[in-house]
């Protein structure tokens, strides 16, 4: 599992920031509050460019990961692409 999304003990911080409970595409998942949707799809090992991020049932403009904040509670659904024939 990435180190960023590693469960974190129950009230365990990264620094000063708190860890927040999110679902991602459907599975319940720790990380760290203020992190942008751009960073957290990094820590996931995604490269931005080549998803879709379905946040909070919006489907959100790529140029908009690295603004949209990633809150407790929030529901995240990301879609990638795999080309094949």
Do not use: K
């Amino acid at each position: 599992m990435n180190e960023a999304m590693q469960q974190p003990a129950e009230g365990q911080t990264d620094g000063d920031r708190a860890a927040i409970g999110v679902i991602l595409n459907g599975e319940p998942r720790e990380t760290v509050a203020g992190e942008s949707v751009e960073n957290l799809l990094v820590a996931l090992g995604l490269h931005p460019r080549l998803v879709v991020v379905e946040h909070n049932r919006e489907i959100l403009d790529r140029d908009r990961y690295a603004e949209v904040e990633v809150r407790d509670g929030d529901t995240i659904e990301v879609v990638h692409f795999v080309g094949g024939g």
